[in-house]
């Protein structure tokens, strides 16, 4: 199995850039939304279970509203999202070149870089967005959050019909549900 997973890394190191990425960023949150769920039914549900499996889910969850695990949760999944564009932008590059011999000019390549900083500024609206809601965050980042992010936070609030939900959905992907 390790030669196996050894040889896709080496003929296809893009693809496992992109896959380790999304792995990074999904299972932080899976055992996240698996501890809450497991403490929302063992504390609201009446959910009686083993008094060893009641007191590590109170474990989890207090270890879970600690800064440092927190920041460690949130570093694992923003390595997780710098992997997966990294593997993404390096994937385009190599078709672009493969594709078309010719040397692109500035144009080209400004465009590019436009379209990726435009690209990471979308995608880096969730994860400020946990960041925000997950860590004791001073009045200054959330002022600098809503001035920085202030046309995706208008469109969430007036933006047109499929857009405000598809927003809030990825502004609290990374969040408790029951807040």
Same mark, same amino acid.
């Given at each position: 199995?390790?030669?196996?997973?050894?040889?896709?890394?080496?003929?296809?190191?893009?693809?496992?850039?992109?896959?380790?990425? =999304?792995?990074?960023?999904?299972?932080?949150?899976?055992?996240?939304?698996? #501890?809450?769920?497991?403490?929302?039914?063992?504390?609201?549900?009446?959910?009686?279970?083993?008094?060893?499996?009641?007191?590590?889910?109170?474990?989890?969850?207090?270890?879970?509203?600690?800064?440092?695990?927190? %920041?460690?949760?949130?570093? #694992?999944?923003?390595?997780?999202?710098?992997?997966?564009? #990294?593997?993404?932008?390096?994937?385009? #590059?190599?078709?672009?070149?493969?594709?078309?011999?010719?040397?692109?000019?500035?144009? =080209?390549?400004?465009?590019?870089?436009?379209?990726?900083?435009? %690209?990471?500024?979308?995608?880096?609206?969730?994860?400020?967005?946990?960041?925000?809601?997950?860590?004791?965050?001073?009045?200054?980042?959330?002022?600098?959050?809503?001035?920085?992010?202030?046309?995706?936070?208008?469109?969430?609030?007036?933006?047109?019909?499929?857009?405000?939900?598809?927003?809030?959905?990825?502004?609290?992907?990374?969040?408790?549900?029951?807040?």
């Amino acid at each position: 199995m390790f030669g196996v997973c050894k040889r896709i890394a080496r003929n296809y190191p893009n693809a496992t850039l992109v896959v380790l990425g =999304f792995a990074f960023i999904v299972v932080p949150e899976l055992h996240s939304n698996a #501890v809450l769920r497991a403490y929302h039914e063992l504390h609201y549900q009446n959910w009686s279970p083993h008094p060893l499996v009641a007191r590590t889910i109170d474990w989890w969850w207090w270890a879970e509203h600690q800064t440092l695990f927190m %920041l460690l949760a949130i570093s #694992v999944t923003a390595a997780g999202a710098i992997m997966a564009l #990294v593997g993404t932008l390096r994937w385009l #590059v190599q078709w672009v070149r493969r594709t078309n011999r010719k040397k692109h000019g500035v144009i =080209f390549w400004t465009t590019v870089s436009l379209g990726g900083v435009s %690209l990471a500024y979308l995608v880096s609206f969730g994860p400020a967005s946990w960041l925000l809601v997950r860590c004791p965050s001073p009045d200054w980042a959330v002022r600098g959050h809503h001035q920085i992010y202030a046309p995706m936070i208008w469109t969430m609030k007036n933006g047109p019909s499929p857009l405000p939900k598809i927003l809030t959905w990825y502004t609290t992907v990374g969040t408790d549900p029951l807040i």
